[in-house]
Each structure stands twice: as C-alpha cells, then as structure tokens.
C-alpha cells in the first residue's frame, strides 16, 4: 500500500519494480489526501485500485485519520510506504499500523524535518543532503532510520535542482529497501532498524 500526495515519482519507481516477480513486493492499492494528482493517475494506468480520504471531508482531523485507517485496513497490506505523502498520520492510525509504515523524507535526518526540507537544508548551507527512510513514529520525520541516501550540494543549485537530485537518489534508495524489508522483515532495537537476515 502506498500513499501519496503529487506527481508521485517514488510511486512509479515502486511499481516499476514490483514488475519483477523477484522483487518480493506488490502495490496492492494507492491512497491519497487529495483528488486530481499525477501519483492517482499512475496507479490507475497499471489498474492498481486507489482511494482519496480528504481532510476537509471530515470533522476533524482524528475522524479523517482513523477514516484513513479503516480505508487501508480494508486492504490488509504488510507495509504502508508513503511516498510523498505531505499529511502527518495520527494516533489512530499508528495504533493500527505502526512498526509497517515507513515514509521517505527529502533530507538527512535529524537534520531540516517537515515540509521543507531541500529548501532548509539550502538555505543552511549544507555540503551534503539526501534523503531518508524511516520508520513512522508519532514525531515528525523523528522514527527510526532504515536507510540514507547522501548528495551533493553543488554551489548553483537553487530549491528544486537540489530536489530533482535528491529525488533520483530518494527512489533508488526506496525501491531497494521496500524489496529487501518485503524479503526479509527488519527489527527495530534502541532506534537500531536492522533487517532480519
Ligand atoms: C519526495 O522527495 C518526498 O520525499 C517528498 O516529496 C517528494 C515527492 O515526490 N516528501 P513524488 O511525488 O514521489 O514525485
């Protein structure tokens, strides 16, 4: 199950990848907060069933997450990925799936969590960036890490030619964890992601 928010690019690494009998994975539904995005009509090209569970639809925002929650129940995944999914989970959510979602962040964790992460990092200065795989906590991009990814940050870059490069380092890096977490399972110790073989 993979939920998602835009253009949806991890999305179709994932399923591209998912192609491969070997890979051990496949994208039984895709989830979203929003209606009329690229990532929808992706999953709808390869007849992958999708779902949109909007925020303004319900009273509050606890009814939209646990609403959001029976929705990808219905599904019975082994693993939720959101992959540009620009909403945080909540409590009820995570009481029913948490230690199976994993989410990507366009940044080094711990370094510049939420929204805007390239930009921060950027504006910061740094002379590296990349993305991060964690598993999801109740924080804000604070669960623990299942992998990194490192890019550099050349001195012309501006916001989004620093995010396209860590896109491309972000999907390789998602693609080869959600197989290898399908495969083999991961266990998590004092923070510590470790796979299970
Ligand atoms: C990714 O960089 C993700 O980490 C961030 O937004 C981007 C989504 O890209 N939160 P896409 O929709 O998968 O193309």
Known sequence: MV??????????????????PTYGASVVAVGAD????????????????????????????????????????AFDPDLVVLAGFM????????????????NTHPALCPSFPGTTGPADALAYGVKVSGATLFVVDAGV???????????????DDDVQSLHERIKVAERRMLVDNVGRIAREGFTITDRKVRFAT
């Open 3 to 20: 939920l998602v928010s835009g253009a949806g690019s991890n999305l179709q690494a994932l399923l591209e990848a998912c192609n491969d």
């Open 87 to 102: 909403k945080l989970v909540g409590g009820r959510f995570l009481a029913r799936f948490e230690g199976r979602v994993v």
């Open 34 to 73: 929003r209606e009329d995005i690229e990532a929808l009509a992706r999953a709808d090209r390869v007849g992958v069933p999708t779902f949109v569970t909007r925020v303004g639809c319900f009273a509050t925002r606890e009814q939209w997450d646990g609403a959001l929650a029976e929705k990808v129940d």
């Open 141 to 155: 991009d604070t669960g623990p890490i299942v992998d990194q990814t490192v890019v550099p940050v050349e001195d």
